[in-house]
T-cell receptor
Framework: KQEVTQIPAALSVPEGENLVLNCSFT??????LQWFRQDPGKGLTSLLL?????REQTSGRLNASLDKSSGRSTLYIAASQPGDSATYLC???????????FGKGTTLSVSS | KAGVTQTPRYLIKTRGQQVTLSCSPI?????VSWYQQTPGQGLQFLFE???????NKGNFPGRFSGRQFSNSRSEMNVSTLELGDSALYLC?????????????FGQGTRLTVV
């Protein structure tokens, strides 16, 4: 059974810091991986999708990478801002399936 | 381009009742998936529909069911509600081919069972 672990569970940083969120899968047979952001009580906002043929994706201050051989992904946030405060979730689709398997998330708090 | 629309946003139901939630996907998307989010279990996959057929199902009891219509709109139904069914129910739509699997989520339906 695929399990996803996100480390750390919570993170508090001052504005301006660069930070790395980690995600790992017990089964490295991941077809693709998607990072989401969730604000309290809201739905999920897609941040980045790494397709099967890709190793990383970038959008603005965000960069995500995927190492399929080890089943690990990282989300790098540059120059963090208070508006980045949210819960960040990673989710993968197994090669044999279509469902997104989610980690429990990393709750980020950026103080000004 | 309209996003994923879920209705209603909030529901309060009594134990034993049934409830139907609705999801309208992004235009052109054929895949609709449903997820349950609770503080203890996080996000868990319920089922996925693609072109009106259930293609994948998570590990939930038969009280949870769904369907998809020809216009790709989907509904999920929960019968004989239990207190533990209180959760945020999220719907995701995707174009879904093997080169384009990005999922887009709605704002969710907050179900409270009393």
């Amino acid at each position: 059974k695929q399990e996803v672990t996100q480390i750390p569970a919570a993170l508090s940083v001052p504005e301006g810091e660069n930070l790395v969120l980690n995600c790992s899968f017990t089964d490295s047979a991941i077809y693709n991986l998607q990072w989401f952001r969730q604000d309290p009580g809201k739905g999920l906002t897609s941040l980045l999708l790494i397709q099967s043929s890709q190793r990383e994706q970038t959008s603005g201050r965000l960069n995500a990478s995927l190492d399929k051989s080890s089943g690990r992904s990282t989300l790098y946030i540059a120059a963090s801002q208070p508006g980045d405060s949210a819960t960040y979730l990673c989710a993968g689709v197994h090669q044999a399936g279509t469902a997104l398997i989610f980690g429990k998330g990393t709750t980020l708090s950026v103080s000004s | 381009k309209a996003g994923v629309t879920q209705t209603p946003r909030y529901l309060i139901k009594t134990r034993g009742q049934q409830v139907t939630l609705s999801c309208s996907p992004i235009s052109g998307h054929r895949s609709v998936s449903w997820y349950q989010q609770t503080p203890g279990q996080g996000l868990q996959f319920l089922f996925e529909y693609f072109s009106e057929t259930q293609r994948n199902k998570g590990n939930f009891p038969g009280r949870f069911s769904g369907r998809q219509f020809s216009n790709s709109r989907s509904e999920m139904n929960v019968s004989t509600l239990e207190l533990g069914d209180s959760a945020l129910y999220l719907c995701a739509s995707s174009f879904w081919d093997r080169d384009n699997t990005e999922a887009f989520f709605g704002q969710g339906t907050r179900l409270t069972v009393v």
